[in-house]
Every structure is written in C-alpha cells, then in structure tokens.
C-alpha cells in the first residue's frame, strides 16, 4: 500500500512541476517580448523571408511515405527523384542525382506530413 502512496505522490510531484515550469517558461516567453519587442519582430521577420525565399528556376518536389520509405516525385511531371528511408537521406540523394538543379518543397500541416520530419 505504501508503494501506492509514493506513486500517487511522484505522480502529484510531476504534475506541480510541470505546471510550474510550463507557466514559468511562458512567463519568460512574455517578459521577452515586453522587455525586446524588437527581437520579436526581427525574427517573425526572417521567418517570412524564407518563406518567400525561394529561387525562380526551382523546382517543387511532392514527398510521399510508403512503408518505411520516402519516395520523391517532381511536382508537376510526377517524375521519380529518389527514395530514402528518412528526409536527409533522400535530400542527400536528391542532390547527389541533380548537382545542378534547385529543388524545394514545404510540409503540409497534416498529421501524414509531419510524420516525414519526425
């Protein structure tokens, strides 16, 4: 029964800390951008520009998953690139076959694209 009571009491200890920490990195989150709103800015920013930063003569890739594989396809011709078993094998792969060609792509906000970068 005792050790019953230690579980409950780690589990409640747990609970405390992260609640704390949670609200506690929030707090720092917010004093940053009272004390430095211009770092807030800089940074959202940046985080625009590579968004439209994307050369003219690239070329957008669709990623799809198939069992533990990558398979990588150019966008609008559907033609094969390259396979891997996970995304910085096949971006190694993908230039190695076309040295000179600019690739890019974005990961869509589905629960499917987020399991490439995972």
């Known amino acids: 029964m005792d050790t019953l009571y230690d579980f409950i009491g780690y589990v409640a200890v747990f609970y405390v800390a992260f609640y ?3 609200h506690w990195a929030l707090f720092q989150f917010s004093h940053r951008i009272v004390e430095n709103p211009q770092f807030m800015q800089e ?7 590579l968004d439209q930063d994307v050369p003219q003569d690239a070329q957008a890739l669709e990623i799809e998953r198939v069992g533990d594989q990558l398979y990588a396809y150019r966008q609008d011709s559907k033609e ?8 910085s ?3 190694a792969q993908i230039e190695q076959r076309f040295p000179n060609e600019k690739f890019f792509g974005k990961i869509a906000q589905t629960n499917q694209a987020k ?3 995972n």
Do not use: C, N, S, Y
């Open 43 to 49: 940074a959202l920013r940046r985080i625009q520009e």
């Open 115 to 117: 399991t490439l970068v």
């Open 20 to 22: 704390l920490g949670k």
């Open 89 to 91: 094998t096949l971006i």
């Open 80 to 87: 094969f690139m390259a396979q891997g078993p996970d995304l």
